[in-house]
């Protein structure tokens, strides 16, 4: 284990130093930080250039995975007017998690009708119809739109072993709020489902 | 390295703090609830365990517990209980989040599955969720309330 974190993820060297020089107690250590720091400044800018596009990609399908979830929600709240009370503080959730990941992006089709020219696939590759094709029961509807929340959830979970440390918390975090979401429309989690990988 | 244990021991602090609230919230909770919280606390223990074994495992001497700690509110009834238990998940969700951000690979995984597990129970418990579990800086109104993050542990800490 390096004594330096990542150096795409890690703060500016300059706190990073003042952090341990406040907290780390042993100068050893400090000085074994020293000595790390200068000799790689090439590495560490391809690195930080990696990570950057790897965190785009990952930030991009993860606003996708917003807006398809949204277009389901507008579906089925046009679909079904008196699912409407439950459906709307979801849905003004899964809003600001696509503004979260997306900025400009999501608010610009916020509206539901945007972005319905172009195809956009999931990992399932058929994502696009089934939001079209809202159950006529409401039960039904209530269960896809949990089942497709709750396949985002595992799949922002699985994405986020390879994001950059800030990304990875953002991700996880709308991980959960997914799975509470799946929990809320009656679409409950199993645990056991925890530790696959 | 130094920030991944710092936030094993975060989290393994407010496992501690979690634990020792599901043991009031059980003292207070209605029966038809009880086996809930009974679930919850040791699911708690059992993440506290392993959070310990991770510390050692990383060369740490293990966070102690607390002797005690200071509720956020008072707890007369079952309805208080309830929401201090949502309370408890939703400070926890916190600690998880943060060790997600300092960790990879495995540890990483089982940080973001004790996130989901603290939100989904927060949501059990309130009948709701937040938008952003264990993000506090995002939280806004009606959001948990930052942490004092009890990682010095003295003999009594906040919840």
Redesign the interface.
Known sequence: ???T?SPAAGPPRRSMLAG?LS??GPLGALAALGTTTGCSQDRESADAAHAARTEDRLRQAAAKQSRELLKRYEATLAAHAGLADRLR?LRA?TV??AE?LGGKDAARRRGGSGASGEQEKDSNGKGSKDAAAVPGDEKAALAALGEAERRT?EER?AA??GAP??L??????????G???A??LGAD?Q?GE??D? | MKKLVDAVQTALAAEHATVYGYGVVGGRIDKAQQDEARRAHDSHRARRDSLRREARDLGAEPEAAAAAYALPFAVPDSAAAVRLAAELEDRLAGAYADLVRASEGARRREAAGALREAAVRSARWKGSGVAFPGLTERSGAGGATPSGSPADGGTSGPL
């Open positions: 284990m390096p004594l974190p341990a907290t780390l503080p959730t600001r998690h979260a959830a979970e986020l072993a440390p800030e990875a918390r953002l991700l996880a975090s709308l991980a959960a709020a799975a509470v979401h929990y809320l989690e645990d925890d530790d990988a």
